[in-house]
């Protein structure tokens, strides 16, 4: 699979075709065969094999293509030339004014499940390149070190502010990914550049000529310069180039560790230095002595050369000293975190570890005080301009991109500056606060020989405690190994208490259950007994309202038998002259009650007899027997005599 994805590398650089379908079909026809594929799509030019040996390295034209090695992608056309120095790399030109806020697109063009996406982004107006790389870094996760930042319409430093001068029209910018970042498909290895060589694009201002050079990762930036004193007859030690990251070893470094993208631009120049004195290159001469050869003859200009930049060295001014990472008169703690780590990004590049932005206290609250299962190491950097360690540590060990990428993916990382002995009691008061005493004497007995420092924080059933201490001295293979070692104690230790947790959430979710279902139940057993007390008082209020009904019912009925009773006339006597009906009553149950009335009374007094003894016409029937009929619906105005209810008649009282 290694040897297709090279063959398409290959056929793409050589065909020009972009579309990689449209490159995998034409080596699929030709059995994935580069040559027969090249003389398909390219059938007027003569395609031959590559020579197995790279040619040596030789002065070309502008239009020629030097290359170290003899890959096909050597038949890549020729790069734009740089931008001549007398263009500033970032113009910031005081006419203008710039926007509180700038509208960018971001092009990601690394792969993956972004890969060609376009997402927009606000930049305040006074952004830098290095603070967008910042945000990117939080927003796609590609760290500033590992970024490629190109569409600006000229080249740019990290320090360089971002304005809507150095914006191309379309305000869209690409970002790519160096090869240390891990491809996933097609595209993304073949935006690498063809695997591990580095095309460099050097403009020799002195001689006004530019070169394509071709590299692998493992060259040495000091050798590349010796390749050009072959190219340019520019001796190293004259050579002054624009284009290499700052704070690198020139010396030691290698493309692949420099940073740089793989295809970059440079420009290389004769250092200018003073005009020698006639006198002083005779001294120079008489050094030489009177026998001198003529090989050491030849070498005096040299000599002169090297003695022309230590003059020019003794006419520049002394620089002006670094700053401290945390100056002495801070008084606010997270302003001093935010300054030494603004100043960390300027003394050693944009690879370095991203700092937290915060208290100490909310550095513990983002990494080991967080549940198990969300928990993290605290690394606490602790820094010392006194110490010799210092910058060999951080350029050698804590910035390198295997240490910066395991600490951002394992880590929060919080740093703090002990070069001023104020600076240094103040965080001897924070160890003692969130560590506890034993720490704070651990830090108090660091010598400075022995910093800088990393300490690895962890908590352990509760306990804020150190994990391990990582000291200056340490090479990058000791400080990863520590790091791992670390780790893998965290996690074993993590391991546990997420299985403890996991087991305490399970006991407080049964409790809580169980809580909210006696809750419930004592809940449902209260609106029970409310709607039982509620029942019998509505009940109880119904009884009473019912009695006092009645109680006016009867108040009334009483009223109205006591009035009836005395409007009754009285009962004739037996002596009577006037004809006397004898009436005999049968209640229900059988009883009976007799009465005379005078055969002229009206049925009327009949009825109001019967009401005031307790049957009223609405509630009761009064039945005769023959003819049968209901005598209280009759018309109440007649006489007794006419309903023929004389001289006597039983009449039976029944319930309506």
């Known amino acids: 699979m290694a040897e297709r994805e090279e063959i398409l590398a290959n056929f793409q650089a050589c ?39 790279p040619p040596p390295l030789q002065s070309v034209s502008q239009q020629e293509v030097i290359s170290v090695d003899s890959s096909p992608e050597s038949l890549l056309p020729p790069p734009i030339p740089p931008l001549p120095p007398s263009i500033s790399p970032a113009p910031t030109p005081s006419s ?19 890969e060609g996406s376009t997402f927009p982004l606000e930049l305040p107006g006074t952004t830098s390149v290095s603070e967008l790389r910042t945000m990117l870094h939080q927003l796609v996760g590609i760290n500033p070190c590992n970024q490629i930042l190109e569409g600006f319409k000229v080249p740019v430093e990290d320090s360089t502010m971002i304005t809507p001068e150095l914006l191309p029209e379309s305000r869209t910018l690409s970002l790519n990914a ?62 002054q180039w624009t284009g290499w990251p700052p704070n690198i070893d020139e010396e030691n470094a290698t493309l692949a560790s420099s940073g740089i993208s793989k295809q970059h631009h440079l420009t290389v120049r004769r250092a200018i230095t003073k005009e020698r004195t006639p006198k002083a290159q005779r001294k120079v001469l008489m050094d030489t002595g009177e026998n001198s050869s003529g090989d050491e003859f030849e070498d005096a200009p040299e000599l002169l050369n090297d003695d022309d930049d230590f003059l020019a060295m003794m006419d520049v001014p002394a620089t002006k000293k670094p700053q401290t990472l945390i100056p002495a008169d801070v008084d606010d703690e997270v302003m001093g975190v935010i300054h030494f780590s603004e100043e960390f990004r300027n003394r050693y590049g944009s690879c370095v570890p991203m700092f937290y932005q915060g208290s100490l206290e909310d550095a513990l609250k983002e990494s080991v005080l967080l549940p198990a299962k969300n928990r993290k190491l605290l690394a606490v950097y602790l820094h010392h301009d006194g110490s010799i360690l210092s910058n060999v540590f951080c350029s050698q060990a804590l910035c390198q991109v295997s240490v910066v990428d395991y600490l951002s993916a394992n880590f929060i990382v919080w740093g703090w500056d002990l070069t001023h002995e104020a600076n240094k009691a103040r965080l001897l008061n924070l160890v003692t606060t969130h560590f506890g005493s034993i720490a704070s004497t651990t830090v108090r007995n660091f010598n400075v020989d022995k910093l800088p420092a990393l300490l690895v924080i962890t908590r352990t059933r509760g306990v804020i405690e150190v994990l ?37 959430d399970a006991r407080e979710a049964v409790k809580a259950e169980q809580d909210a279902a006696y809750m419930e139940s004592l809940k449902a057993d209260r609106a029970k007994a409310a709607a039982k007390k509620q029942a019998e008082m509505e009940e109880k209020e119904e009884r009473e309202r019912a009695e006092s009904l009645k109680q006016q019912e009867d108040a009334i009925k009483e009223a109205v038998r006591a009035s009836l009773e005395t409007d009754l006339p009285e009962e004739p006597d037996a002596d009577c002259h006037h004809p006397v009906s004898t009436l005999r009553f049968r209640i229900p149950g059988g009883e009976t009650f007799s009465r005379n009335f005078l055969a002229s009374t009206t049925l009327q007094v009949l009825l109001n007899f019967l009401h005031v003894k307790g049957y009223p016409a609405d509630e009761y029937k009064c039945l005769q027997s023959w003819p049968r009929r209901d005598v209280s619906s009759l018309d109440s105005s007649k006489t007794l005599m006419d309903y023929k209810l004389y001289p006597q008649e039983t009449l039976n009282i029944e319930e309506r």
């Open 15 to 53: 065909s020009g075709i972009e579309d990689v379908g449209e490159a995998f079909m034409h080596l699929e026809a030709a059995n994935w065969n580069l040559l027969e594929a090249l003389q398909v799509v390219m059938p007027q030019e003569a395609t031959t094999a590559t020579p197995t040996h």
């Open 96 to 114: 203008s004014h710039t926007p509180a806020v700038m509208d960018v697109n971001i092009q990601v063009l690394c792969g993956g499940a972004s």
């Open 178 to 239: 160096h090869a240390s970042v891990p491809y996933e498909n097609y595209f993304e290895r073949i935006n690498g550049a063809h695997g591990d060589h580095y095309l460099l694009l050097i403009h020799d201002e002195t001689g006004n000529q530019d070169y394509s050079l071709k590299f692998p990762g493992s060259k040495r930036i000091r050798e590349i310069k010796s390749d050009m004193h072959d190219l340019t007859s520019i001796a190293v030690r004259h050579q």
């Open 468 to 504: 391990s201490v990582i000291h200056g001295n340490g090479v990058l293979d000791e400080v990863m190994t520590s790091l791992l070692h670390a780790t893998e104690m965290f996690e074993e230790q993590r391991a546990t208490e997420v299985h403890e947790e996991e087991a305490r």
